[in-house]
């Protein structure tokens, strides 16, 4: 089942949307505008009468899944059930009608909001200030960074390295270097938490920063944590924290507690707030005293119940996004959190511990875990086995899932796991379904023993099979070296590529 | 299920973590109901000033706009906005084939050959367009022309710092320079000699990177028109809410041989076994998932969900639609700005230059003139002075579709009693 592109669907002949005129009198462009100004032809944008808009997309919606449906296991990423209050919450004329250049005085509801906020992801993590304003994690990442990088600075000392573990997320190495920093990568030890002996080796005057997550990418607890954090500011280094994985501990633990300096959110993962199809999220960065006058200007502060933005922040590390960050979001998750409350936070962590062990023990007679449990709030398990001895890799489990209405579980990740499949069940999920997938993850692993080819031809109930990247990468190259017409990009008209 | 497991309670899970890091608690009042929830939230809603979208003269960056019923009709789809990013193309074809439209859409807008994925907003999209010219000329220094918005140059300046590069004001680029960035039009609405300065910017062997008005371009020339390398700018006026600035959406397209350093997820098509058309995430190998610190941008999560809003905008205005919405704007914003100019003491700020729906005047007491405004309802001119000194008593006007000749009255009667 495909659906045309909307460019396909186009009709000349489709009468424009009526709009209101300008009933006034005024020049048209063309009378004050020099010609070389003006677009010399129209964009080629389709034409489609509202009834076939509305067609087309709802037979695109058809072919998504998404969480509003099923259960997505994916690992690292959090995908819990998008509470719908939320969305009311967010569309409140008195939200989504505000004006970012208004004045001070007619926002202090909106200002209250992003200071409650801040004052409650500072009790979830345990830090002094939060900034609202980075986009998504790999920009919270990144700001913490460039505040830590001033930190030193301001200290005249010159850090130039960033350590980052094997297990780290790709976001982590890529925001330090392009904070300036070089990337040194710490070693995981056979139990899958990080070398104490080679940190040790790593550590040193030049080191700015240990970007760490806790529990790690393998979905276990750094149990020497305090002792890493002792290592790591012994040598004046930071101790950054990457949130991917706060759905482990609310309640439980805190990181600034643990001896971190600097904690990133994000509040599409955590705070329930949806995922978009990639976005928008929103990615605050939590920081201990020591780096608040590094803070990305305006913070909002708040006296005798008046609420201001204060630009004068001199050692701010700037501007890191327009305005005041992904405002809606904000709501989103503060909606959430005042309906979760501290206790129900507290629950939802224990929760997803609780259901990550279930799932891990009812699938551990099928896959192979590298790791000893408990786990936190997700484990890895590995195809290697059923790789060399079926030939069936983590890739053909993954699309095998998906035949079986449910999503993949994150793959090949983290990297020091061989035919990784990362699963995080989230407190969201029922036993049922837990129970179901792992019945799933069986039959699978049954069929990748007897008849593995099968497995190969996977996914057939999607509406497409597996595509070939392969094939539209080389045709990309062809175009990009100019060997070729087709953008794939993009559509273009055939008369245009022919 | 803790039977399955073999413990007695989840606190046995946890041994894993020190004792001496067990909280008691979170330091946050109880959770409540669904009606206590809402009832609180709408109190903090209820606390905010929202003017009405005809009396609303303030843009700088974030512009009321008709938005089509269509738009929020299909954004609030769960199977669109409870998605996951589309790594596994077979169950995210919706989602991949929305943002190949949304690809295709930005870049017949532009006339650039190839537009990305999304980005967060304006701000960061001149940013990484900044990173691509200095990556691709192996230069360090970006030249910021004329008035581009104020906080799209901060955010460079934070994004240029960590990554070593240096943003000077002007228009005379040299061999150090890496791009030529101007906006058209700018923040103050003023259109710029966009084609003098992409063949300044090529003379000197930089990039021309071109901030743009989306709906404007239905008007002016396209950067790829004049020939500019990257074009970047903020997508909030094709359906989006103000929202006190986000999410929206920026978006970024270039030319093909700029592609492969172009930040941020791009789609393409792809054919099954069958030969069915699909769409994948392409050319992933630029990101930061595969080549971690060697990535030119470490962008993951983007604005999808906004681009989303924005393609099903542009589809359903079509061409002679955006194109109708753009012209009321120049004309209402023409006529208010006579009307403005001919109040006593007031005049436009730069009289000999060109502007499309947003204008600067000079005024007497300007803060007064905008509360004055305010206590009437409107959301009058944005005082321009707060970013650049020399502006001071310049008050920027926009008008578009929503601002209809009635609400123009009001702004003048306004202004006079």
Not at chain 1, 476 to 487: H, K, M, R, S, T
Not at chain 2, 334 to 360: I, K, S, T
Request: hydrophobic share 40%; with cysteine; net charge negative.
């Amino acid at each position: 089942m495909t659906e045309p592109l909307s460019f396909e669907l186009s009709r000349p002949a489709v009468t424009p949307p009526r709009l209101p005129d300008a009933d006034l009198p005024g020049p048209a462009p063309a009378d004050v505008l020099p010609p070389e100004m003006l677009r010399s032809r129209p964009p080629d944008l389709p034409r489609l009468s509202e009834p076939e808009i509305m067609r087309h997309y709802s037979r695109l919606a058809s072919l998504n899944y998404s969480i509003s449906e099923n259960f997505y296991p994916l690992g690292s990423c959090t995908m819990k059930y998008n509470p719908v209050l939320n969305e009311q919450a967010a569309a409140l004329p008195g939200f989504a009608g505000l004006h970012p250049y208004q004045d001070e005085d007619t926002i202090q509801g909106a200002l209250e909001l992003m200071w409650r906020l801040e004052r409650a992801l500072c009790a979830v993590v345990g830090v002094e200030r939060v900034t609202l304003q980075p986009a998504a994690g790999a920009h919270g990442e990144w700001t913490a960074l460039r505040m830590i990088a001033a930190y030193h600075d301001s200290r005249q000392e010159n850090r130039t390295e960033v350590l980052v573990p094997d297990s780290a997320h790709g976001t982590n190495p890529a925001s330090a270097a392009l904070s300036g920093f070089k990337v040194v990568e710490v070693k995981s030890g056979s139990d899958g938490r990080i070398s104490l002996a080679d940190l040790e080796s790593k550590l040193s005057r030049q080191t700015a920063a240990l970007m760490l997550t806790n529990p790690n990418t393998l979905g276990l607890f750094e149990r020497e944590i305090l002792d890493i954090a002792e290592m790591v500011h012994a040598t004046g280094a930071m101790l950054y924290y990457d949130g991917a994985n706060l759905n482990a501990f609310m309640g439980i633990c805190r990181p600034g507690d643990m001896g971190f300096d600097a904690v990133h959110m994000n509040l599409h993962k955590t705070f329930t707030t949806p995922h978009g199809g990639g976005g928008p999220g929103a990615g605050p960065v939590g920081v201990k005293a020591e780096l608040v006058p590094f803070l990305p200007a305006p913070t909002v502060e708040r006296q005798n119940g008046h609420l201001t933005l204060d630009y004068k922040r001199p050692q701010s590390i700037g501007r890191v996004r327009s305005f005041y960050g992904n405002f809606g979001m904000l709501v989103r998750a503060y909606t959430y959190i005042l309906a979760m409350g501290g206790d129900g936070l507290s629950q939802a962590s224990r929760d997803a511990v609780l259901s990550a062990n279930y799932l891990r023990n009812l699938v551990e007679a099928d896959l192979e875990m590298p790791h000893k449990g408990p786990c936190m709030h997700e484990f890895v398990a590995s195809a290697h086995n059923l790789t060399s001895a079926n030939g069936v890799r983590a890739l053909d489990i993954a699309k095998a899932l998906l035949d079986r209405q449910f999503y993949a579980p994150t793959v090949y990740f983290p990297l020091v796991v061989p035919e990784a499949i990362m699963v995080e069940p989230t407190e969201t999920e029922s036993k049922a379904t837990l129970d179901s997938f792992a019945a799933a993850i069986k039959e699978i692993v049954a069929q990748a023993k007897t008849d593995p080819e099968v497995l190969h031809a996977e996914p057939r109930s999607t509406p497409v099979g597996r595509l070939d990247e392969v094939a539209a990468a080389r045709k990309i190259n062809a175009y990009l070296v100019g060997q070729a017409e087709d953008p794939i990009l993009r559509w273009k008209a055939p008369s245009d590529t022919a | 299920m803790l039977e399955t497991i073999g413990v007695r309670s989840i606190d046995d899970l946890l041994v894993d973590i020190p004792q001496s890091l067990r909280l008691e608690s979170l330091q946050l009042p109880d959770g409540l109901s669904e009606f206590e929830t809402i009832a609180q939230v709408k109190a903090l809603a209820d606390r905010n000033r929202v003017y009405a979208d005809r009396l609303t003269f303030r843009g700088g960056g974030v512009y009321r706009r008709f938005i089509p019923a269509a738009v929020a009709a299909v954004t609030s789809k769960p199977e669109f906005y409870t998605a996951y990013t589309p790594y596994q193309a077979e169950a995210s074809q919706g989602t991949l084939q929305a943002i190949f439209e949304y690809q295709t859409l930005i870049a017949e807008l532009t006339a650039m050959d190839i537009s990305n994925a999304s980005l967060y907003d304006g701000a960061t999209a001149v940013a990484e367009a900044a990173m691509m010219a200095y990556v691709h000329t192996g230069r360090n220094e970006v030249l910021v022309a004329g008035y581009v918005h104020p906080e799209y140059v901060q955010v460079l300046r934070a994004f240029g710092e960590g990554r070593g590069i240096k943003v000077r004001r002007g228009d005379q680029p040299n061999k150090k320079t890496a791009a030529v960035i101007f906006q058209q039009p700018d923040f103050l609405g003023l259109l710029v000699d966009a084609p003098a300065l992409t063949r300044a910017a090529h003379d000197a062997g930089a990039l021309a990177i071109a901030c743009v008005d989306p709906i404007n371009l239905a008007i002016l020339a396209p950067p790829g028109e004049y020939g500019a390398d990257i074009a970047v700018g903020e997508g909030q006026q094709l359906g989006l809410a103000p929202s006190l600035g986000g999410p929206h959406v920026g978006f970024i397209a270039c030319r093909r041989d700029l592609v492969r350093k172009l930040p941020g997820r791009l789609v393409g098509t792809a054919h099954d076994a069958e030969g069915r058309r699909g769409f994948v995430l392409a050319l992933a190998a630029r990101e930061q998932h595969i080549r971690r610190e060697k990535a030119t941008s470490n962008i993951c999560t983007n604005h999808s969900l906004c681009a989303l809003a924005a393609a099903v905008y542009l589809t359903y205005m079509g061409p002679e639609g955006l194109r109708h919405v753009a012209d009321v704007g120049f004309k209402r914003a023409h006529n208010l700005a006579e009307r403005l100019a001919d109040m006593p003491g007031w005049e436009l700020a730069f009289p000999e230059r060109q502007f499309v729906n947003e204008f600067a005047v000079r005024v007497p007491r300007s803060s007064s003139v905008v509360k004055k405004l305010a206590r009437k309802g409107i959301l009058g001119g944005l005082d321009v002075s707060r970013w650049f000194r020399e502006l001071r008593g310049v008050l920027t006007f926009t008008c578009t579709e929503v601002n209809d000749a009635k609400a123009l009255d009001q702004l003048v009667e306004a202004l006079a009693s």
